[in-house]
């Protein structure tokens, strides 16, 4: 599994987005880019991933360069609620996902 | 619609015990596996159970061993507990070895504590 480098924290203003860079610049071409988060004491939550498009659910929106070297998160309104750790994550379908460190996201008022 | 749900939450064991956690996958999921969370770390896989069978492994000892039953619901035993085995111990379910459409499902984890 290719591994990914992501910074060790960012702030966010609550109300306003937060966008969560990642870099996975060994991914293969059959590789998926996911993202969880691990909320203190809870375990990781499924938030989005993709292939090679850009993807949009209720959470979140996922964009990946045309190289797919790269990738950003993007919570359009962050909120106190999405204060967490935020993994990103390349796997192929159906094999183990390989964590990071993550990246602490703290969301101030 | 239940979640994963994982028993017990807490569990105290003194160095050389045995230890079984418990998972229960989440609704019409079929494929369990486990990860180890260790304080201020990412999760680290354990293995995965497909089938009742292992089918992927992580870099664990062989102390570490598992089970599926039919009902899909699966145990994690570890043997000969070591102080640094003590860590929030995680299980997530996903319909198939995928996981590709919907991600993989966790449940909120068994803290272990090695004493």
């Known amino acids: 599994d290719a591994k990914t480098t992501q910074p060790p924290s960012m702030d966010c203003a609550e109300g306003r987005a937060a966008n969560l860079p990642c870099n996975h610049s060994?991914?293969?071409?059959?590789?998926?880019v996911y993202w969880y988060r691990q909320i203190h004491s809870q375990g990781p939550q499924y938030i989005i991933h993709?292939?090679?498009n850009n993807e949009t659910n209720e959470m979140a929106s996922l964009i990946i360069t045309e190289d797919r070297k790269s990738s950003t998160l993007i919570l359009p309104h962050a909120t106190l609620r999405d204060t967490a750790v935020y993994y990103c994550?390349?796997?192929?379908?159906?094999?183990?996902?390989?964590f990071g460190a993550g990246t602490i996201l703290r969301v101030k008022s | 619609d239940a979640g994963v749900t994982q028993s017990p939450t807490h569990l105290i064991k003194t160095r050389g015990q045995q230890v079984t956690l418990r998972c229960s996958p989440k609704?019409?999921?079929?494929?369990v596996s486990w990860y180890q969370q260790a304080l201020g770390q990412g999760p680290q896989f354990i293995f995965q159970?497909?089938?009742?069978?292992?089918?992927q492994r992580g870099n664990f000892p062989d102390r570490f061993s598992g089970h599926q039953f039919p009902n899909y619901s699966s145990e994690l035993n570890v043997n000969a507990l070591l102080l640094g085995d003590s860590a929030l111990y995680l299980c997530?379910?996903?319909?198939?070895?995928?996981?590709?459409?919907?991600?993989?499902?966790f449940g909120s984890g068994t803290r272990l504590t090695v004493v």
């Open positions: 997530a379910s996903s319909l198939g070895q995928g996981g590709v459409n919907y991600g993989y499902t």
């Open positions: 159970y497909y089938e009742e069978e292992e089918r």
């Open positions: 993709g292939l090679k």
């Open positions: 060994t991914i293969s071409g059959n590789e998926y």
């Open positions: 609704s019409g999921h079929d494929t």
């Open positions: 994550i390349v796997s192929l379908g159906g094999n183990k996902l390989v």
